[in-house]
């Protein structure tokens, strides 16, 4: 669903998705489950990826708007992404 709802460009649906995959993971699994862990990982990293989109997004329309830059910098910052963060922060 979150391929398609990204696919789509329906970020609440995707929001919405994600969040409820998390807490699935999170609370109906057995302790020491290794598939609980990778899909609390993967879902947390989909909101990050979609919320990156959203965050650019948001700076097409205003490119030193601080609340998104401060967003993808904190992404940018989790993920490693060096180089995307550099321009964030040369935005800032």
Known sequence: MGSL????GQW???????????????TTSTAGDPH????AVRAADER?????????RA???????????????????AKSMHKELCDVLSRK
């Open 5 to 8: 709802y990204r696919k789509n």
């Open 12 to 26: 609440q649906q995707l929001g919405q998705t994600l969040t409820r995959a998390l807490d699935v993971a999170t």
């Open 36 to 39: 609980r862990s990778r899909r």
């Open 48 to 56: 990050r990826r979609a919320g990156a989109v959203c965050y650019t």
């Open 59 to 77: 700076l097409e329309i205003d490119p030193l708007h601080l609340p998104a830059l401060e967003a993808l910098e904190r992404i940018y910052t």
